[in-house]
């Protein structure tokens, strides 16, 4: 029983401490159209949103368009991110925990 424990001690600890290495890695995703430029933490956290070329010039529909997709392709990176995070710690491939 006290193996069992040490286990669940060790595996919280190695899960504390990836959630530590997600929030201080960043990685930076554009949009398609290249007008939108995300920087993003593992933990998805938001941490920097550059629009490329003169604002007063995009479209307002291309901006929110572009911004849409930047994001949303950040979140499924921090996800992918984090899955191999999780593969790292437990040794096992579980698609879609994250």
């Known amino acids: 029983m006290?193996?069992?424990m040490k286990a669940l001690l060790e595996m919280k600890s190695k899960m504390?401490?990836?959630?530590?290495?997600?929030?201080?890695t960043t990685f930076e995703v554009r949009s398609?159209?290249?007008?939108?430029?995300?920087?993003?933490?593992?933990?998805?956290?938001?941490k920097e949103l550059k629009i490329n070329g003169d604002?007063?010039?995009?479209?307002k529909a291309a901006?929110?368009?572009?911004s849409r997709d930047a994001?949303?392709?950040a979140i499924k990176r921090s996800q992918e991110v984090a899955a191999d995070k999780m593969k790292q710690v437990?040794?096992?491939?579980?698609?879609?925990l994250f």
Request: charge should be negative; glycine fraction near 8%.
């Open 2 to 4: 006290f193996d069992k």
């Open 16 to 24: 504390e401490q990836m959630k530590r290495e997600l929030e201080n």
């Open 32 to 46: 398609s159209c290249g007008l939108v430029k995300v920087t993003m933490s593992g933990a998805q956290e938001l």
């Open 55 to 59: 604002i007063a010039k995009i479209d």
């Open 63 to 66: 901006l929110e368009n572009a």
């Open 71 to 73: 994001f949303n392709r």
């Open 90 to 96: 437990t040794g096992l491939n579980l698609p879609g």
